[in-house]
């Protein structure tokens, strides 16, 4: 389904949103007043129109100036990519720090989760991939905090790879004690059966701290 903007309506104005906006409204407003808040994950969901991309984008656009934004999309035809997905997203962050820095700052964890997001070069001996994930973990972590306060949008996490969605569910487990806010929308129905468990897995590892919306 295709809806339309409302005639003569602000460009942002969307029609029907209202409990989805102020439900973002407040995880924003609980974010940017107090950088030991937890955080939380709103998930939209729904059919090829409906709307996902633009609430996406109404996020984006409350949230300027008020928060630091980073988004990245799944692409169907890059959905077998390792991490690409999450790269996109810290991509802001990571374009910016020099190999010294990235070292500094990522510690322990620069040689396991460095290759992966495609700032160090892989070493010789294969990391495991819940190693990498906690990894990743750890390293946003640390950027979430670094960055407070930020907000992750992730568009068309059904493409996502699955690598990136295993993370993200092992991530939003954190989100009590994160400072950060991640909303992800996805269509039903069109990831592959690996990626769709990781999809539920995210929606619910983050409760009570998730709100899930089916549009
Ligand atoms: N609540 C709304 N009020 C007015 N227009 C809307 C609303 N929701 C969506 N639209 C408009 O409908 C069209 C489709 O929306 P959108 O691209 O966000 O869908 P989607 O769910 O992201 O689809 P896809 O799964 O293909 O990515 C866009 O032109 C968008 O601006
Ligand atoms: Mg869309």
Same mark, same amino acid.
């Given at each position: 389904?295709?809806?339309?903007?409302?005639?003569?309506?602000?460009?942002?104005? /969307?029609?029907?949103?209202?409990?989805?906006?102020?439900?973002?409204?407040?995880?924003?407003?609980?974010?940017?007043?107090?950088?030991?808040?937890?955080?939380?994950?709103?998930?939209?969901?729904?059919?090829?129109?409906?709307?996902?991309?633009? /609430?996406?984008?109404?996020?984006?656009?409350?949230?300027?100036?008020?928060?630091?934004?980073?988004?990245?999309?799944?692409?169907?035809?890059?959905?077998?990519?390792?991490?690409?997905?999450?790269?996109?997203?810290?991509?802001?962050?990571?374009?910016?720090?020099?190999?010294?820095?990235?070292?500094?700052?990522?510690?322990?964890?620069?040689?396991?989760?460095?290759?992966? /997001?495609?700032?160090?070069?892989?070493?010789?001996?294969?990391? !495991?991939?819940?190693?990498?994930?906690?990894?990743? $973990?750890?390293?946003?972590?640390?950027?979430?905090?670094?960055?407070?306060?930020? $907000? #992750?949008?992730?568009?068309?996490?059904?493409? @996502?790879?699955?690598?990136? /969605?295993?993370?993200?569910?092992?991530?939003?487990?954190?989100?009590?004690? #994160?400072?950060?806010?991640?909303?992800?929308?996805?269509? !039903?129905?069109? @990831?592959?059966? @690996?990626?769709?468990?990781?999809?539920?897995?995210?929606?619910?590892?983050?409760?009570?701290?998730?709100?899930?919306?089916?549009?």
């Amino acid at each position: 389904m295709t809806r339309s903007r409302p005639e003569g309506a602000a460009s942002a104005a /969307l029609w029907e949103r209202d409990k989805e906006i102020a439900d973002v409204e407040r995880a924003l407003g609980e974010l940017c007043g107090d950088a030991a808040s937890s955080g939380s994950l709103v998930v939209f969901r729904g059919e090829a129109g409906i709307g996902k991309t633009a /609430l996406l984008e109404e996020v984006r656009r409350i949230a300027a100036g008020r928060a630091t934004v980073w988004s990245a999309r799944g692409g169907e035809t890059v959905t077998s990519v390792p991490f690409n997905v999450v790269r996109q997203l810290l991509q802001p962050a990571l374009l910016v720090l020099s190999q010294e820095e990235a070292r500094e700052y990522f510690g322990d964890w620069y040689e396991i989760a460095g290759p992966a /997001l495609g700032i160090a070069e892989p070493g010789g001996r294969q990391a !495991d991939p819940q190693g990498v994930r906690d990894g990743l $973990v750890a390293a946003v972590s640390r950027l979430a905090r670094l960055h407070w306060p930020l $907000v #992750l949008l992730v568009d068309d996490a059904q493409w @996502a790879d699955e690598e990136t /969605l295993h993370w993200l569910a092992a991530f939003a487990e954190r989100l009590d004690d #994160l400072p950060v806010l991640v909303v992800v929308a996805h269509r !039903d129905g069109e @990831a592959t059966a @690996a990626s769709t468990g990781h999809l539920e897995a995210v929606g619910a590892a983050a409760r009570p701290r998730t709100t899930l919306y089916a549009l």
